[in-house]
């Protein structure tokens, strides 16, 4: 069987400012990450012929969606032969994903990959909204769909959701705070070497844990910051990637699989996600084993889903992600699994997915200045979503 | 923690789909579809059974019983009047393994629970005829 993403590459990356309530229309955000990354490849717009983003126009929480494949066709006036956007796929990167399948099959030759966000700005300076939440005057909705399972019990977010996971990972495993507290502290400590990460200022586990909770056993630290921020990728054909301005990225493999219930609360196994089942089908595709991987970068939308995937991926055994990561020595950017190099959302900001395969390009070329790995690192893994979202794949260099 | 006093609950849209079990409590009953083939209850409700593919589904009560899998304290205020702490759990009940609901456990502390705790149903009046179920530990 032919490993059909492997005749994608990641070609070009760009990103916009990204930030806390900047003010600025969440068109021309999206705009600003994808004329980079065009430029960035050595294209023109002229040479975009697909388009693929997640999650596109939808009716959605405040600054979810920051702009749909049409609104940017429409700015750019790109000839498509080929586009999708949509939240119905394997996670944020599911739209990668899923370029890199439209690529292969001839759909398109360079694909433009976006996901544009302006929470912070579309939230305002109160506290974090919850999910289904809002009903100006007329008082709030009535519960619908997933949402009323959950909503009139107070569990209004992710956060809740998440939570209860983390805490049957502790029950099950042993797992503790101080041990889940590195995903926040790495983040943090790498954050301070990346210029555009939302919070660089050092803090430490007595810091983490004085923090106020938010939903047992998550704390403020445990949850990532909303901000407003685009990225964007050139997803390439390998023959049309070769004489580009980079170094092609090859993806080697993708995960995409859902098999569990998809569900936050009736999944079979509360210690893990959805995550788990993509995350089995990257190392199905490949000759490649975790010890080969130099760099990863994976979703810390709250601290535990990168726990989930750092055991999902097989860093590390199931249950073991606690002492795994305790301590902070084997995860940091000199240790020997780097992880969320750039900050991860917790500290870089919730640029909800793509932050994550952006740092591992900037990585893997070499691109990382303060906080680039050192040793040269030619395999990556990006991966991103958490609950019954998730979707990863593995980058090469060569 | 106790049970908050009357937290301002978000309703859900009842439909005849799920009608019977937003409003089963009015007779003091939790209740699921039931697959009238092969006995097996399905939740969230669905048209058709996942095992056996048949259509013929019913609501059924059960017996309220349920375990303890998971719980969060939530602290946070998401909406206005619904004021933290209170506790959501994920309860399995006691009929078949898998069929799960997220609830509020009331009459209890945080530092009482564990994994597998026993539970029972017990039903909050809303308007419309909506009763929520909640769960409580079993006593004694």
């Keep these: ?56 126009m939808m009716a959605a929480a405040p600054g979810f969606s920051g702009a749909g494949v049409v609104e940017l066709q429409e700015a750019l006036r790109l000839k ?135 939903s047992t056993p998550f704390c403020l630290y445990d949850c990532d910051v909303p901000v407003d921020g685009a990225t964007a990728f050139v997803v390439s054909h390998a023959d049309a990637a070769r004489d580009l301005r980079r170094p092609p990225l ?30 089995k089908m990257l190392w199905q595709r490949t000759d490649l084993t975790p010890s080969d991987v130099d760099v990863v970068e994976c979703y810390d939308g709250f601290s535990f889903i990168t726990m989930a995937w750092l055991e999902a991926l097989g860093f590390c055994g199931k249950g073991e992600s606690g002492p795994f990561i305790d301590g902070g020595t084997r995860i940091a950017l000199d240790g020997e699994l780097p992880l969320n190099t750039h900050g991860g959302q917790l500290s870089a900001g919730r640029l909800h997915g793509y932050g994550y395969l952006h740092e591992a390009c900037v990585q893997l070329w070499g691109e990382g200045g303060e906080r680039q790995v050192p040793g040269d690192p030619q395999v990556a893994v990006a991966a991103a979503g958490g609950g019954p979202l998730g979707g990863c794949l593995l980058l090469t260099r060569s | 923690m106790s049970e908050p ?99 509020n456990l009331v009459n209890c502390s945080p530092e009482e629970l564990r994994m597998d705790l026993p539970v029972q149903v017990l039903f909050e009046e809303c308007p419309d005829g909506i009763f929520i179920p909640l769960f409580e530990p079993v006593r004694g």
């Design chain 1, 1 to 56: 069987m032919e490993i059909l993403e492997r005749r994608a590459a990641l070609t070009g990356i760009g990103q916009s400012d990204v930030g806390r309530r900047l003010g600025r229309d969440p068109l021309g955000l999206t705009v600003d990450a994808c004329l980079a990354a065009i430029a960035d490849a050595g294209l023109t717009r002229a040479d975009i012929d697909g388009v693929a983003t997640y999650p596109g």
């Design chain 1, 80 to 214: 498509l032969d080929w586009w999708a956007g949509g939240p119905e796929t394997s996670g944020q990167l599911g739209s990668v994903i899923t370029a890199c399948a439209a690529v292969a099959a001839g759909y398109a030759r360079h694909v433009l990959c976006f996901r544009s966000v302006f929470e912070s700005s579309a939230q305002g300076s109160g506290p974090r909204a919850g999910i289904g939440t809002g009903g100006g005057r007329s008082g709030p909705p009535r519960a619908q769909g997933m949402l009323q399972w959950t909503l009139p019990y107070g569990a209004a977010s992710a956060a809740c959701w998440i939570a209860m996971f983390a805490q049957r990972h502790f029950l099950e495993y042993g797992t503790t705070r101080e041990q889940m507290a590195w995903i926040a502290l790495n983040a943090r400590r790498n954050a301070a070497k990346n210029p555009k990460a939302i919070y660089r200022e050092p803090l430490t586990l007595d810091d983490y844990l004085a923090a106020r909770m938010i």
């Design chain 1, 250 to 279: 090859r993806v080697e493999a993708v995960g995409s699989a859902l098999h569990g219930r998809p569900s936050w609360d009736q999944f079979d196994d509360l210690t893990t996600m959805a995550l788990r089942d993509a995350a």
């Design chain 2, 5 to 103: 006093k009357r937290p301002f609950r978000i309703l859900p849209l009842v439909t005849p789909e799920n009608e019977h079990y937003w409003k089963g409590g009015a007779k003091g009953e939790l209740r699921f579809l039931r697959c009238g083939a092969c006995a097996t209850l399905v939740h969230p409700p669905s048209p058709v059974c996942p095992e056996c593919l048949a259509r013929e589904l019913a609501p059924a009560a059960v017996s309220g019983r349920a375990r303890l899998l998971t719980w969060t304290v939530n602290h946070h205020p998401w909406i206005p009047g619904f004021e933290p702490p209170y506790l959501i759990a994920i309860v399995e009940i006691e009929e078949q393994p898998g069929v799960r609901v997220t609830t």
